[in-house]
């Protein structure tokens, strides 16, 4: 049975259909199901040739080529689960050595082995990093954990200073048994740099030695690897140049807060090493990586026309949408291709969990603009224990594969895509393929539609428009605290900057630097005639 799209939407799969469409994985307790995402029963002649040299720069990219050609870099993530593929015995030992240093740290810290200095042990643990130094992270605690885990985790991810006073707040008097990760790799990321100042200063605040409490995880002679050996900090693990941050949970960014909650950071390599290995078969059907990109190319495409809407069907995978927001969207979201040709290629990624979607935005997804497919992912078991029954014959775990199912039938019956993940559990080994499956994917795709996955252009470009913005309110401060006696405009003080190109983002720093009490604000019959002046 041929279901293509130019013959309309199919509105029934059959049991055929359903087999051939339906990828088992038994070694990973994992399955991948395409039936009701409406492409031909074989990979198109013109999508053969793109996998078979996109297969072709998988090869290249993890024997050590130079796949982020903006900063001559390697790109070398699979290496982390498999450090016998690294392209230099150096490389093959820095990966096996940070992760018998982890083991070796965290044995000490569980041991009380290393002690805060003024209470008997290490109890929790806050991670400060934004991105992939902390989304990776986060995620994978959030799914793993369990009311046995060693150490309770906290997160600082942003410059909010409300967000941090919130987090540290929750910790309160508990700060004294609180060891602070600081994850940054180049050692001078803004965000994170202000949340260690933030948080240093608390610590002093309280009578504490914030060294004595501080771990990093940064590359090698940065500023934060310059500081932390200064300043004597309780250890540094490394970052590598060719570990991009949305690929780093398999790094010390991610394996040292899965060792420090107590996890079996071993299993977790092992499942990605796993999926690995089936996703570097040339065979289309058999890979699941390759399938998805299919998909993903089939859904969009090849231009990312329809948006990826995730739905999980497991609490404990709530963040995976946020995840695979950055992996995906970092990744492909690039304006021109290899050769230089402008593309603006991208794919879209969004979702929440089931069942909450079914009071929120399914409605759309059914009845709403077709512009997007869905990744369902089905987890099997539900709990540890035996399930109540919630109605003869029938226990809570069953209304949500319910909900799933009935879902994901009410959208392809109006015409809408999905595809659907099976998972048997999760566990640090399924997690592990899981994560190394979107990456093969997000890989295979990108050389599918001929662009960069390594680089990220855009991101670099709005830290460099955010330090002009800061510049411009140092600038600000200094002429009013110059000119104490004066009031002045936006208007005015743009004209006496030489900035009036950017007489807006003028009013705004000062509307932000007014509202924090730094200059006063006198209003005036019009909001943009109000003056400001030196406090």
Known sequence: MNHKQNKGMTKSVTWQNFQQHYLDLPELGMALDTSRMNVPDKLP?????LFRNAFQQMQNLEK?????PDENRMVGHYWLRNPELAPSKDIQTVISSTLEKIQNFVAEIHR??????KAASFRNVLLLGIGGSALG?????SALGSGTDSMQ????DNTDPDGIDQVMASIGKGLGETLTLVISKSGGTKETRNAMLEVRDVYEKNGLDFTKHAVAVTGANSQLDQLAAQE??????PMWDWVGGRTSVFSAVGLLPAALQGLNIYEFIAGAKTMDEITRSPEVSNNPAALLAWMWHHAGRGQGEKAMVLLPYK????????????LVMESIGKEKDLVGKKVNQGLTVYGNKGSTDQ???VQQLRDGTDNFFVTFIEVLKDRENKSLEVEPGVTSGDFLQGFLLGTREALFQNGRTSLTITLEEINTQTLGALIALFERTVGLYAFLVGINAYHQPGVEAGKQAAGDVLELAVKIQHHLRSHPEQKFTATELADILLKTKNTETVFQLLLHLAANGRVQKFDASSPFSACFQAI
């Open 315 to 326: 609490d404990r995978l709530l963040l995976f949408s946020r995840y695979l927001q950055q």
């Open 137 to 141: 992270p986060q995620f994978v605690l």
């Open 232 to 237: 004597n900090w309780l250890d540094c693990f």
């Open 112 to 117: 009380n082995k290393i002690q805060p200095r």
């Open 64 to 68: 050590g080529g130079i796949a982020n």
């Open 153 to 156: 985790f906290y997160y600082i």
């Open 45 to 49: 002649n013109e999508l053969e040739m």
């Open 359 to 361: 009071h929120a935005f």
